[in-house]
Every structure is written in structure tokens, then in C-alpha cells.
């Protein structure tokens, strides 16, 4: 503690922060254990900024991967289950990111929203927390695509064409278009 300037009470602290991220494990009478890599809390947004560039690009590609496996379904599911005001907000949002293709800032809050609406719409409460925790590298790495040359333009026609299968109400559609929109994601700015 010394070494460090720090007060115990400070350290302590520190050290929850680290246990709730499963980085280290703490037991009474015990030492501090780091725990494996691969058992820490991903979801966290606190291990964006203490990652690694490298390895935060390989998070960004894995939670892309994750992506691809799970928002295709949840569109599906949202399909079924789309309602006038879930539709409503979809069209409102799609506009105002037709209007945003100029600001990414204000582009990505909107895509966020877009695909939180799609994923309320699908009413599984487990899926949409997954959805809102996993939300700040969603943010990472739509920085990344949304800085490829007409990336924007683009994504406004691949979401009015998943809004246009909501619309129809068609689960196979739906899934498809998102498919369709997350690969080419990963096609223009993100590691494979």
C-alpha cells in the first residue's frame, strides 16, 4: 500500500471492483487469486478501458459473433410480436438516422436504440438485458464500421429493409435482413 500512496480503505475498494468483474477472486484469510481471462466479466464496461488495443479488437470480434448468432433470431421473434408503437418508434428512429448519416455520434445512439426496440419487441426480458449490457461494445464497434467511406447510407438501407420485414410481420424476412445487415458489418470495418 505504501508502494502505491494508497489507503487500505482505497485498496479495498479496488480490489471489489476487480472481484466484480471475476478478474480476481478474494477469500477471508486468503491471498488475491487472479482468475483465467476467459472467466472475466466481458459484459462490463469497465474492461473497455482497461483492455489491451489487440485484445479489444478480439472481444469486439467475438461480441460481433455473438451478435450475428443472436440479434438474426430476436428479429424473428420481434416479428411476431411487433406492435403499432414498437413499429411507430422503428419508423421514427429509421428517419432520424436517415437524417444523421452526417453525425456519427448521433447516428450511433440511434442504431443502439433501433436494435433495443427490435429486441423489446421480441418481450424476453432476458434477451433485452443481454441486448442493454452488452451495449458498450456494441458502441466500440460500431465506431469502428460506422468510420468506413458511405458505412452509414448503407446501414440506413439495411435497417429500413429489416423495418420493412417488421413491418410485414415476416419472421423469415426479418431474420434474413439482420443477418444480412451484421455480416456486411463485419465485411466493411470489423476483424473477423
Not at 485498496?11 to 478478474?23: C, H, T, V, W
Not at 479489444?56 to 416479428?79: N, Q
Not at 419472421?171 to 439482420?178: H, V
Request: one cysteine or more; aromatic letters at 6%; glycine letters at 2%.
Amino acid at each position: 500500500l505504501q508502494e502505491f500512496g494508497v489507503s487500505r480503505a482505497v485498496a479495498r475498494e479496488a480490489l471489489k471492483i476487480l472481484a466484480s468483474l471475476d478478474m480476481i477472486e478474494i477469500a477471508q484469510g486468503r491471498r488475491v487469486v487472479l482468475r483465467p481471462a476467459e472467466e472475466w466479466d466481458y459484459l462490463s464496461p469497465l474492461l473497455i478501458d482497461w483492455l489491451p488495443h489487440e485484445q479489444m479488437r478480439e472481444i469486439l470480434a467475438e461480441a460481433h459473433a455473438t451478435r450475428i448468432i443472436i440479434e438474426p433470431a430476436i428479429a424473428a421473434i420481434a416479428a411476431k410480436h411487433m406492435t403499432k408503437e414498437n413499429l411507430e418508434r422503428l419508423g421514427t428512429l429509421l428517419a432520424a438516422m436517415s437524417a444523421s448519416e452526417d453525425n456519427p455520434d448521433a447516428y450511433l445512439k440511434l442504431d443502439l436504440d433501433f436494435h433495443m426496440e427490435i429486441c423489446r419487441a421480441a418481450q424476453n426480458r432476458i434477451l433485452d438485458r443481454f441486448m442493454y449490457s452488452s451495449r458498450w461494445w456494441q458502441m466500440a464497434s460500431r465506431r469502428i464500421s460506422n468510420q468506413m467511406p458511405h458505412a452509414l447510407p448503407s446501414a440506413t438501407e439495411m435497417h429500413r429493409a429489416i423495418y420493412e420485414a417488421l413491418v410485414a410481420r415476416d419472421e423469415k424476412r426479418a431474420e434474413e435482413a439482420m443477418r444480412r445487415h451484421l455480416k456486411k458489418t463485419t465485411a466493411v470495418g470489423l476483424p473477423r
